[in-house]
């Protein structure tokens, strides 16, 4: 058993969103965070779609045990309702360095001692942040892959200064909350699932962006040479598209240039993936690959 009974999940988008209700549909208080009250509506409405999706797809869900989750979950726009009395933040806000360091430096001002911090960085190593945090004994990196209720991983990383107490905390409270727990010896950015899937994606962003192969043949190749469910670009989609292409951003002059195109073809137009009804695919219609 861990000592973490109350969750601060900070950022309610695609992810955030998922960690949070998951983590109140095992039992655990959750406060779901966001800068604004009209994101926080958005997030509210999150909440009830992936209570109907539980009912339709987690094995023994009922309406009891997700009207239980919704009732754990409280929302707010002030991080110092956030943090009170939380045990365990999870950061789950954009893959850009510097908004996730001056989210921790606020929150260490905030939370109280005993509350231990995760980062939830796809590619960011916790060392990049730990510093910020003012407490980096109890900082660390809690990875979780989307839809968490069906690929349930939490990666857990820290740093040479996390504390074991802190890391086997984290550890037993992921798999309370029903994800199955990969602890990471060391440091590695991108865990080992970003290892595998980014430079996988990256190699598919090049075939479509150097117009070699359009994204529906290179998923249609991908899934009927090795039998996959589905291609890079439905993943692309299920991710949502602002992640990857802050990810790309972030790289080299050559991941660069797939930001660019990936925000000039598909963001800029509103294209940014299942979650808005359009990404690569049409989820409007029955163009979904």
């Given amino acids: ?163 074991k107490d802190s890391f086997d905390a984290v550890v037993a409270c992921a798999s309370e909350i029903g994800m199955v727990p990969i602890p990471m010896h060391k440091e590695k950015a991108g865990y080992v699932l970003n290892s595998l899937l980014v430079p996988f994606l990256s190699a598919a962003a090049q075939l479509a962006a150097g117009d070699y192969a359009d994204p529906k043949d290179v998923d249609n190749v991908w899934r009927i040479a090795t039998g996959a469910p589905i291609g890079p670009f439905q993943i692309y989609d299920i991710v949502g598209l602002n992640t990857p292409y802050n990810i790309m951003m972030n790289g080299d002059e050559g991941q660069q240039e797939l930001g660019r195109w990936l925000k000039e073809n598909y963001i800029d137009k509103g294209r940014l993936g299942m979650a808005t009804g359009h990404g690569f695919y049409d989820y409007t219609t029955d163009d979904k690959g």
Avoid at 126 to 149: E, K
């Fill in 1 to 163: 058993m861990s000592t973490i009974e109350t969750i601060a999940v900070l950022g309610t988008g695609v992810l955030g969103s998922q960690i949070a209700f998951q983590s109140a549909y095992s039992g655990k208080k959750v406060v779901a965070y966001d800068i604004d009250d009209d994101i926080l509506v958005k997030a509210k409405e999150r909440a009830h779609g992936l209570a109907k999706t539980y009912l339709a797809e987690v094995p023994g869900a009922s309406q009891s045990k997700v009207d239980a989750a919704l009732a754990n979950l409280s929302f707010t726009s002030d991080l110092s309702v956030a943090a009170a009395d939380a045990d365990l933040v999870i950061e789950a806000v954009p893959e850009v360095l510097s908004i996730k360091q001056d989210t921790f430096a606020k929150l260490n001002a905030l939370a109280p001692e005993k509350t231990i911090f995760a980062t939830n960085s796809s590619t960011l190593l916790p060392s990049d942040i730990a510093p910020s945090s003012g407490r980096a004994d109890r900082f660390l990196a809690m990875h979780f892959a989307n839809r968490v209720w069906q690929f349930n991983t939490a990666e857990i990383m820290g740093t040479p200064e996390t504390s």
